[in-house]
């Protein structure tokens, strides 16, 4: 940094990654003291950006979604979402940034014996994570469509009979659906790719009980997925 202002003064900063690790994020604030510094929040999927004219456009419904909160503190933090998504500035987030150990054990808090759906296991680190603060946990049904994550995810757990381990993606309907690989995290169902097994949220609820918690992270297909649970 220190070189940077040597040779270019001040300038703008923009940070094009994420991170959860509590230095780095020290060190975004840090920069963010001296220099205008901006987040842009992008889509890992689709090409829809959240600026100031989308959110005009979409303002009516997600007033909708912000009225249907039942406390002050969540339609507090609806609001600095919506913020940070139209101008990038992290400034907006930062009075509203807990602890993972407080939303798991304060928010969230899984019980003994309760079950947890995984939509979008990925290799299984949202499932170790829970049955790290949870280890009497009843069931994890973890649903990955890509093969390779898939294998890992297996390979990770073993023989481990709290974890469920379905390869097929999460979706409106059982049968197939197309799902294209495009490397790492930014895969998706959609129009195109290779046909992979599909099930519905209404689907596992049959086979293992309603869960006490449903985790999404499918990449933009979570209202096919919810559509599947009537």
Do not use: M, W
């Not at 995984?118 to 049955?131: E, K, N, P, Q, S």
């Amino acid at each position: 940094l220190s070189k940077a202002e040597a040779v270019f003064g001040d300038f703008i900063v923009l940070v094009a990654f994420g991170t959860a690790r509590s230095d780095v994020l020290e060190r975004i604030e840090y920069i963010a003291e001296r220099h205008e510094l901006y987040i842009p929040d992008v889509p890992a999927y689709g090409n829809t950006v959240f600026d100031n004219s989308y959110y005009k456009s979409v303002k009516s419904r997600l007033d909708n979604i912000r009225d249907r909160f039942s406390d002050e503190r969540s339609r507090e933090v609806f609001d600095a979402v919506t913020a940070y998504k139209t101008s990038g500035n992290i400034r907006a987030l930062l009075d509203y940034t807990d602890d993972e150990s407080r939303v798991f054990n304060d928010i969230i808090k899984l019980g003994k014996g309760e079950s947890v759906f995984d939509l979008g296991a990925y290799r299984g680190d949202t499932a170790d994570y829970f049955l790290k603060i949870q280890p009497e946990l009843e069931r994890i049904v973890a649903v990955e469509p890509d093969a390779k994550n898939f294998a890992k995810l297996k390979n990770a757990f073993g023989n481990d009979r709290r974890l469920v381990c379905i390869n097929a993606a999460a979706g409106a309907e059982n049968g197939k659906t197309a799902f294209e690989n495009a490397g790492g995290r930014n895969q998706h169902a959609g129009k195109k790719g290779a046909l992979v097994d599909c099930v519905t949220i209404d689907k596992l609820c049959e086979e293992f009980g309603a869960p006490d918690l449903i985790k999404f992270d499918i990449e933009g297909q979570e209202a096919d997925a919810v559509s599947g649970a009537v």
